[in-house]
């Protein structure tokens, strides 16, 4: 099994482009897809990004995600930064066996 | 719309047992596996068990194997968590979340559930 790896906080003023990264512990971050969710307080997750960088109907496409291989990451990229934007940031993805890792969670403030 | 209604949390005591229920509706629920998520309170979300849309496939986190039976009912489409021998680091919010595929392999989560909390104190 492998971990994901967040920071714990970031934060960024409106307007202005934030990146939370995700990086993997062993194997390849392109072994599996990442997903990426958004949780506000008191609300159930949400999904921002899926399979790397797709987003679901709704999401603006001020979100975006990416890997880097060199550093065996993903990142979730948002630009334009707005106050509804701050929540926690959760990645995941699928390892092997029929078991699933979540990374321990970022929390965004929007300054 | 799909709604996913999480049911069955409460307060228990160490050692016992709780059926967790999680109703389904808005979407052809034999298609799609489905998946239990946790949250301790103020921790991060921690994945504990996923099934296929057939039951066919099944898998557990570490932390509940042997404890935990997941299980659905696609004629009611419901989705199940039995959870036995229960600990206290069991504490959490469980939140039932529908799986973009039929089998658990790679798909992703949504939407989830409102989740149900699970106080497990002497």
């Known amino acids: 099994n492998f971990m994901l790896t967040q920071p714990h906080s970031v934060s960024e003023s409106p307007g202005k482009t934030v990146t939370i990264s995700c990086t993997r512990s062993?194997?390849?971050?392109?072994?599996?897809?990442v997903q990426w969710y958004q949780q506000r307080p008191g609300s159930s997750p949400t999904t921002v990004i899926f399979?790397?960088?797709?987003?679901p109907s709704g999401v603006p496409d001020r979100f975006s995600g990416s890997i880097d291989s060199s550093s065996n990451s993903a990142s979730l990229t948002i630009s334009g930064l707005k106050t509804e934007d701050e929540a926690d940031y959760y990645c995941q993805s699928y390892d092997s066996s029929n078991h699933w890792v979540f990374g321990g969670g970022t929390k965004l403030t929007v300054l | 719309e799909v709604q996913l209604v999480a049911s069955g949390g409460g307060s228990v005591q160490p050692g016992r047992s709780l059926r967790l229920s999680c109703a389904a509706s808005g979407f052809t629920f034999h298609d799609y596996a489905m998946h239990w998520v946790r949250q301790a309170p103020g921790k991060g979300l921690e994945w504990v068990s996923g099934?296929?849309?057939?039951?066919?496939?099944?898998g557990y986190a570490d932390s509940v194997r042997g404890r935990f039976t997941i299980s659905r009912d696609n004629a009611k489409n419901s989705l199940y968590l039995h959870m036995n021998s229960l600990r206290a680091e069991d504490t959490a919010f469980y939140y039932c979340?529908?799986?973009?595929?039929?089998?658990?392999?790679?798909?992703?989560?949504?939407?989830w559930g409102q989740g149900t909390l699970v106080t497990v104190s002497s």
């Open positions: 062993s194997g390849s971050i392109a072994s599996n897809y």
């Open positions: 979340a529908k799986d973009s595929r039929a089998v658990t392999t790679g798909g992703w989560f949504d939407p």
């Open positions: 399979e790397g960088n797709e987003r």
């Open positions: 099934i296929s849309w057939n039951s066919g496939s099944i």
